[in-house]
């Protein structure tokens, strides 16, 4: 293998917090420190735990014997910013750790563990992972996966990474001038090129650079280029589009707009009522360059073609449906909304409220916060979307190995426009451009793709999936004091109503316990309470738990949260702050008819009415401010109970938006077998850092949106609700264990790449409520209302002739509420019970 002396190359390293995000990855010097082969022997690497090294065939074979395998190395090499890059075919799971140690830090920690990605399929891969080492580098440890299993390195090689000394540190185009902030992190000054004038640049100083727009086009291209003597030029291209500039524009409709398109097919804008609401600027570009395009039809559409390349338009409605061919990579439509931004959403990474930044730091802030270009693999929907005060600017497409950019504001091109685009050689997309919310955008993307997709294949009958929850809980979660929310030991054994009433829903039988205590399931189930003539202590406890709820209301309807996780937000409050009190004292109204708990209920949807952002519902490890789909389940739930009690059809308007909101993240498509209907649940990570659930999907989040989706369908017929929830229970079940230790219990998230199973492991009870809800069945208390009446039952119930009549089990002794008042029913099969 050739190695050569001093290489050039770029990569993306994420500054502390730049002033602006530079989507061109920063030049790079690269500097080769070692590297091994393997053709003779282990050259110096050693087992440490669970694992044996061989050298055969030119290749380090590692057996992995137990789920913590690790071999190291002692070295003596230089540190600094280094990268090791090998090649290696992996048949066990989990990711790759690399641990370190230095001169200057003898001892291995987790202030020294860098990760990595591996494929566990048994084919060669590269991959690399960084890692700043203090000092001298003593030791190199590495973790190739957390399994039995094995692994083959066919080389290693260990690089020194220094940043070019010099980067573009901000750039902003204005109406007649494009200016740039260079800026020089070398402890000497720089002599440097730029526009065809020189300039020098202090130790560790920044510059300001202006060149005059030439203004006479509707795009003028910028191509910076920084020349030093013996470094590596420079590079960046940005598009600079000139409002004022005319050209003998071809007129297309478009719904209340109209579309200009520039002969050349260079570009193209939208106005309405003189108004500029977007440009398509430029409409396609490769690699920085604009290719020269021939207009050959014009009609209802409209056709360009250049040197290995084809562009065509048309208009229908409010949409435009673009289609790019190309030899080459390239990049468009380049979509450019203007105006001051309402809302933006990137599906599964970004969800934007007024005046908001993308990729920023609030809500991840290691280098995955950097969404501007991200693994389409995260994009959960093919959409990304802009609202401004001009228009709602939004794009599909169908093809999801697609590359997506997104930025707000477009420091792309360094304008305060809002910018997205897609990336490839064969890109059809379609835009609309409405006056309509973010909502509408959603709902029209998930329609344009021909509506919800076809559900997965259940991985068992109903039968079988009742048998495998039992199993889980009779199993590890069960002990004689009761059961564990999950199987490991930090969550203490109860006897939880929510387990008891699962079992007894499953089989007919009561758990032996004195007592239950309220609670153990993401989807509360209380029957154990109303089958065992223990009503009246649920009522008891619900009423503590409202009147707990009310006195921290606020007076103007609001909850507030104070503490760790409000850092970065604007207010003390959010959406699923208030939405999930909301959602429980409306829920006891709906059951029990109790008027403090409707009025508290209430007093918190007008105040929910000014938000637009799902976030705010995981407090517990999450920012106040981060997007979250808990926060639309209970938004939906709360407002659909609000319409119920009521009759209030705004309530409906406002459940039907917060049930749009969940969407997004809800993968609508896939290319792993657990994958369709899977639910990220937030924007964002855990304190900040890690773990970052973008791309990784939390099921049980999505199940308790899934039922809230129960709970609306009856009412709303904009999407199948009830087709939407059953695709997110299919795949709770798919991720479900199938068998072993854990069998029956739902990971609390699942590595899409690997279909690894990730801790913690949770119990399947509201999965049964959820599919029980869906099967149309009663899991906990159905309410029947007529006549001024409300009766909640543990079984099927309607009210008529003043009536109640219920279906319930010929023997049973139950209990039911009769407007909030327990009755004691000894079943006959069917019941009717007077209420007058």
Same mark, same amino acid.
């Given at each position: 293998?050739?190695?050569?002396?001093?290489?050039?190359?770029?990569?993306?390293?994420?500054?502390?917090?730049?002033?602006?995000?530079?989507?061109?990855?920063?030049?790079?010097?690269?500097?080769?420190?070692?590297?091994?082969?393997?053709?003779?022997?282990?050259?110096?690497?050693?087992?440490?735990?669970?694992?044996?090294?061989?050298?055969?065939?030119?290749?380090?074979?590692?057996?992995?014997?137990?789920?913590?395998?690790?071999?190291?190395?002692?070295?003596?090499?230089?540190?600094?910013?280094?990268?090791? %890059?090998? #090649? *290696?075919?992996?048949?066990?799971?989990?990711?790759?750790?690399?641990?370190?140690?230095?001169?200057?830090?003898?001892?291995?920690?987790?202030?020294?563990?860098?990760?990595?990605?591996?494929?566990?399929?048994?084919?060669?891969?590269?991959?690399?992972?960084?890692?700043?080492?203090?000092?001298?580098?003593?030791?190199?440890?590495?973790?190739?996966?957390?399994?039995? +299993?094995?692994?083959?390195?066919?080389?290693?090689?260990?690089?020194?990474?220094?940043?070019?000394?010099?980067?573009?540190?901000?750039?902003?185009?204005?109406?007649?001038?494009?200016?740039?902030?260079?800026?020089?992190?070398?402890?000497?000054?720089?002599?440097?090129?730029?526009?065809?004038?020189?300039?020098?640049?202090?130790?560790?100083?920044?510059?300001?650079?202006?060149?005059?727009? #030439?203004?006479?086009?509707?795009?003028?291209? !910028?191509?910076?280029?920084?020349?030093?003597?013996?470094?590596?030029?420079?590079?960046?291209?940005?598009?600079?589009?000139?409002?004022?500039?005319?050209?003998?524009?071809?007129?297309?409709?478009?719904?209340?707009?109209?579309?200009?398109?520039?002969?050349?097919?260079?570009?193209?804008? !939208?106005?309405?009522?003189?108004?500029?609401?977007?440009?398509?600027?430029?409409?396609?570009?490769?690699? +920085?360059?604009?290719?020269?395009?021939?207009?050959?039809?014009?009609?209802?559409?409209?056709?360009?073609?250049?040197?290995?390349?084809?562009?065509?338009?048309?208009?229908?409605?409010?949409?435009? @449906?673009?289609?790019?061919?190309?030899?080459?990579?390239?990049?468009?439509?380049?979509?450019?909304?203007?105006?001051?931004?309402?809302?933006?959403?990137?599906?599964?990474?970004?969800?934007?409220?007024?005046?908001?930044?993308?990729?920023?730091?609030?809500?991840?802030?290691?280098?995955?916060?950097?969404?501007?270009?991200?693994?389409?693999?995260?994009?959960?929907?093919?959409?990304?979307?802009?609202?401004?005060?001009?228009?709602?600017?939004?794009?599909?497409?169908?093809?999801?190995?697609?590359?997506?950019?997104?930025?707000?504001?477009?420091?792309?091109?360094?304008?305060?426009?809002? #910018?997205?685009?897609?990336?490839?050689?064969?890109?059809?997309?379609?835009?609309?451009?409405?006056?309509?919310?973010?909502?509408? $955008?959603?709902?029209?993307?998930?329609?344009?793709?021909?509506?919800?997709?076809?559900?997965?294949?259940?991985?068992?009958?109903?039968?079988?999936?009742?048998?495998?929850?039992?199993?889980?809980?009779? /199993?590890?979660?069960?002990?004689? $004091?009761?059961?564990?929310?999950?199987?490991?030991?930090?969550?203490?054994?109860?006897?939880? $109503?929510?387990?008891?009433?699962?079992?007894?829903?499953?089989?007919?039988?009561?758990?032996?316990?004195?007592?239950?205590?309220?609670?153990?399931?993401?989807?509360?189930?209380?029957?154990?309470?109303?089958?065992?003539?223990?009503?009246?202590?649920?009522?008891?406890?619900?009423?503590?738990?409202?009147?707990?709820?009310?006195?921290?209301?606020?007076?103007? /309807?609001?909850?507030?949260?104070?503490?760790?996780?409000?850092?970065?937000?604007?207010?003390?409050?959010?959406?699923? !702050?208030?939405?999930?009190?909301?959602?429980?004292?409306?829920?006891?109204?709906?059951?029990?008819?109790?008027?403090?708990?409707?009025?508290?209920?209430?007093? $918190?949807?007008?105040?929910?009415?000014?938000?637009?952002?799902?976030?705010?519902?995981?407090?517990?490890?999450?920012?106040?401010?981060?997007?979250?789909?808990?926060? @639309?389940?209970?938004?939906?739930?709360?407002?659909?109970?609000?319409?119920?009690?009521?009759?209030?059809?705004?309530?409906?308007?406002?459940?039907?938006?917060?049930?749009? @909101?969940?969407?997004?993240?809800?993968?609508?498509?896939?290319?792993?077998?657990?994958?369709? =209907?899977?639910?990220?649940?937030?924007?964002?990570?855990?304190?900040?850092?890690?773990?970052?659930?973008?791309?990784?999907?939390?099921?049980?989040?999505?199940?308790?949106?899934?039922?809230?989706? %129960?709970?609306?369908?009856?009412?709303?017929?904009?999407?199948?609700?009830? #087709?939407?929830?059953?695709?997110?229970?299919?795949?709770?079940?798919?991720?479900?264990?199938?068998? /072993?230790?854990?069998?029956?219990?739902?990971?609390?998230?699942?590595?899409?790449?690997?279909?690894?199973?990730?801790?913690?492991?949770?119990?399947?009870?509201?999965?049964?409520?959820?599919?029980?809800?869906?099967?149309?069945?009663?899991?906990?208390?159905?309410?029947?209302?007529?006549? /001024?009446?409300?009766?909640?039952?543990?079984?099927?119930?309607?009210?008529?002739?003043?009536?109640?009549?219920?279906?319930? *089990?010929?023997?049973?002794? =139950?209990? *039911?509420?009769?407007? +909030?008042?327990?009755?004691?029913?000894?079943?006959?099969?069917?019941?009717?019970?007077?209420?007058?």
């Amino acid at each position: 293998m050739h190695w050569i002396a001093l290489l050039l190359t770029s990569v993306c390293l994420a500054d502390a917090e730049p002033a602006q995000i530079n989507p061109v990855p920063r030049e790079v010097l690269v500097e080769p420190i070692h590297q091994w082969t393997f053709d003779d022997d282990t050259q110096g690497w050693v087992a440490q735990n669970e694992c044996q090294l061989t050298a055969a065939a030119g290749s380090l074979v590692v057996r992995c014997t137990g789920d913590d395998p690790f071999f190291h190395q002692s070295l003596d090499l230089p540190g600094g910013p280094l990268r090791l %890059t090998m #090649r *290696i075919r992996c048949q066990a799971s989990g990711p790759g750790t690399v641990y370190w140690t230095s001169d200057r830090s003898p001892h291995r920690g987790e202030d020294k563990v860098s990760g990595f990605r591996l494929e566990h399929d048994g084919q060669w891969h590269e991959v690399s992972v960084r890692f700043p080492v203090d000092g001298r580098l003593s030791n190199l440890r590495i973790d190739p996966g957390q399994t039995a +299993g094995s692994v083959e390195i066919d080389w290693m090689r260990l690089v020194h990474e220094q940043p070019h000394p010099l980067y573009i540190q901000h750039v902003t185009t204005t109406g007649d001038r494009v200016r740039l902030v260079v800026k020089n992190d070398a402890k000497e000054p720089i002599e440097f090129a730029a526009f065809g004038r020189s300039h020098r640049i202090g130790a560790e100083a920044t510059v300001e650079i202006e060149r005059p727009l #030439r203004g006479t086009t509707p795009l003028e291209k !910028v191509a910076i280029e920084l020349q030093a003597a013996g470094l590596a030029p420079v590079r960046r291209t940005i598009f600079a589009h000139n409002a004022q500039a005319e050209a003998d524009w071809i007129a297309l409709p478009l719904g209340q707009f109209t579309l200009q398109v520039a002969p050349d097919g260079s570009t193209a804008r !939208v106005r309405r009522d003189g108004q500029l609401a977007a440009v398509l600027a430029p409409l396609m570009h490769c690699q +920085g360059d604009v290719p020269a395009l021939e207009l050959i039809e014009r009609g209802a559409s409209l056709k360009f073609q250049g040197d290995g390349v084809t562009l065509e338009l048309t208009t229908a409605g409010d949409e435009i @449906s673009v289609s790019i061919t190309s030899e080459k990579p390239c990049e468009g439509p380049v979509v450019r909304a203007i105006g001051s931004l309402e809302q933006g959403l990137l599906a599964g990474l970004e969800y934007l409220g007024k005046g908001e930044r993308s990729s920023t730091k609030i809500d991840v802030e290691t280098a995955e916060h950097l969404r501007f270009a991200p693994d389409p693999m995260k994009v959960t929907m093919p959409l990304t979307a802009f609202v401004t005060d001009r228009a709602s600017v939004a794009m599909t497409w169908s093809d999801m190995q697609l590359q997506p950019t997104f930025a707000t504001p477009n420091f792309f091109d360094g304008a305060d426009d809002h #910018r997205m685009a897609l990336q490839g050689t064969k890109i059809d997309a379609v835009i609309r451009v409405t006056r309509q919310p973010l909502r509408e $955008a959603i709902l029209w993307a998930v329609e344009k793709q021909g509506g919800l997709p076809p559900l997965p294949e259940p991985p068992r009958t109903v039968p079988e999936q009742w048998k495998l929850c039992l199993e889980a809980l009779n /199993g590890p979660l069960r002990t004689d $004091a009761g059961w564990g929310h999950c199987v490991e030991d930090r969550w203490a054994r109860h006897p939880h $109503a929510d387990h008891a009433s699962t079992i007894w829903r499953l089989t007919g039988k009561v758990p032996e316990f004195p007592q239950f205590v309220p609670g153990g399931s993401h989807v509360r189930n209380g029957t154990i309470y109303f089958v065992t003539g223990r009503a009246d202590a649920w009522i008891q406890q619900q009423r503590h738990r409202m009147e707990a709820l009310i006195r921290q209301q606020k007076p103007d /309807g609001s909850f507030r949260y104070q503490g760790k996780y409000d850092r970065g937000h604007f207010e003390d409050t959010a959406s699923g !702050v208030c939405a999930k009190p909301a959602a429980d004292l409306l829920q006891y109204a709906y059951v029990s008819g109790d008027s403090k708990a409707q009025a508290a209920g209430i007093r $918190a949807l007008e105040f929910m009415k000014r938000f637009r952002t799902p976030r705010g519902a995981q407090l517990w490890e999450v920012g106040l401010h981060t997007p979250d789909q808990l926060a @639309s389940a209970y938004l939906v739930w709360a407002y659909a109970r609000g319409f119920e009690l009521t009759g209030n059809r705004e309530y409906l308007q406002h459940a039907r938006k917060w049930a749009l @909101s969940g969407i997004p993240f809800t993968y609508l498509w896939s290319c792993r077998p657990i994958m369709l =209907y899977a639910t990220p649940p937030v924007f964002g990570a855990t304190n900040w850092r890690a773990p970052c659930w973008i791309g990784l999907p939390v099921q049980w989040v999505g199940g308790v949106y899934a039922y809230a989706l %129960t709970v609306l369908a009856p009412h709303d017929d904009s999407l199948d609700w009830n #087709r939407l929830a059953r695709g997110i229970l299919i795949s709770a079940e798919q991720q479900q264990f199938p068998d /072993g230790p854990y069998v029956g219990l739902l990971p609390d998230s699942i590595e899409l790449r690997s279909q690894e199973r990730r801790p913690w492991r949770i119990n399947p009870c509201a999965l049964v409520s959820l599919r029980m809800a869906l099967d149309g069945q009663v899991d906990f208390l159905q309410v029947a209302t007529a006549a /001024g009446h409300r009766v909640a039952a543990p079984f099927p119930v309607v009210i008529r002739d003043g009536q109640a009549h219920i279906k319930g *089990i010929k023997g049973l002794s =139950y209990q *039911i509420l009769v407007d +909030g008042q327990v009755v004691n029913i000894q079943s006959q099969g069917t019941d009717v019970v007077p209420l007058d």
